[in-house]
């Protein structure tokens, strides 16, 4: 990790020499009350809770020098009243030190749990290959909460006989269970998609597989529970792409006749988990992906990002201006951006946006 003093705006680590000088002022004015000893306490503890050891041990020699010089010059360096006050100047140094190491094991603690929630996400959703034969392709995920790494967003791309596979979905529901349901999800899509002949055979499989995991959960969880999902395959040998969605937004191609053009399903299908109802899933859209062109995929952390008005975020609106984009990678940055610029803050959803751009053959 970073030294702390690092991670916090400059006059930060100016606050504690500021309050010792304005404690030892006052104290040099008013030696016989010494009203400016809080203020010194106060610069030790601050020091230690936000800043280095280093710093810390600066600011309390500092402090104790400070009530030295002014014992001296008052001279109460002999009385029982100066020996009290270099005491406690002293403990105040002290319990800065303390303070500082207490949170710098915590901070150990959490830098050892931060690396192993980097592991689980590497192991359950690995970042997609760069390049995939004709298809580029780039990612990104943002956890709701900022110190988290892994939530209910999940994204997958997989080559296999029948062309480049790719899952975007989002799990409802937080913590562990959308990390299990996420897990699951993703280790039946690497398995079937090697296997199911198009992509309703997929999701049918995806179905079967989040089934099966459902069986050992609580009934109101199971009955609550679904995943919305966006199939695509892109065949080989054609400049075209395959969609199938289920519930899920739709992507947006970036490219072509239009800048920037949402590609809605006809028939949107139901929700992964939510076969029980007996609906048959809608025929995949098969739609031109002509070279050059490049297919954005989101979660509903980019559409219904609101702003402080309260106004979803809408990329089909901000995706022109921000474009032209040079590969993928340069319009999942430009996006993400955007959308932490329309927050201005914390987001109330966990966000992945995955992009492929088609490269003329080589």
Known sequence: MAPRSEQWPPYVRFAPWLLIVAGLVWNSLDPADYWG?????????????LLTLRDTLAVGVANVTG??????????????????????????ALLGVWVN?????????????RSVAEAAQRAVLPEPPARVGRLSVAACYRAAQTEALIGGDAYALQATPYG?????ADVRGKGLQAVGAVSVLLGAFREDAHRAPDLVALADGLERALTRENTLLAEEVRLEGFITALLV????????????????????????????????AADPGLPLGMGSLGVARPAPETRPFPPGCTLLLVTD??????????????PLLALGPLGPFDGPQEAVDALV??????????????MAVLAVTCREAD
């Open 233 to 264: 395959e892109f065949p080989p040998g054609e400049d075209v792409v395959r969609t199938l969605d289920c519930g899920h937004p739709g992507p947006y191609l970036l490219g072509g006749p239009e800048a920037v053009r949402r590609l809605d």
């Open 37 to 49: 000893d809080p203020l010194l306490a106060a610069a030790a503890v601050l020091t230690g809770a």
């Open 67 to 92: 009530i030295l010089v002014l014992a001296v010059r008052d001279g109460s360096i002999g009385t029982q009243d100066g020996y009290l006050e270099l005491v406690n100047t002293a403990f105040a």
């Open 337 to 350: 951006a955007d959308v932490e610029r329309w927050t201005g803050g914390p987001r109330d959803d966990d």
């Open 164 to 168: 480049v596979r790719v899952l975007i």
């Open 301 to 314: 952390g980019v559409t219904e990002a609101r702003d402080a008005a309260g106004e979803f975020y809408d």
């Open 101 to 113: 190491r207490v949170v710098a094991r915590h901070g150990e603690r959490l830098a050892q749990v």
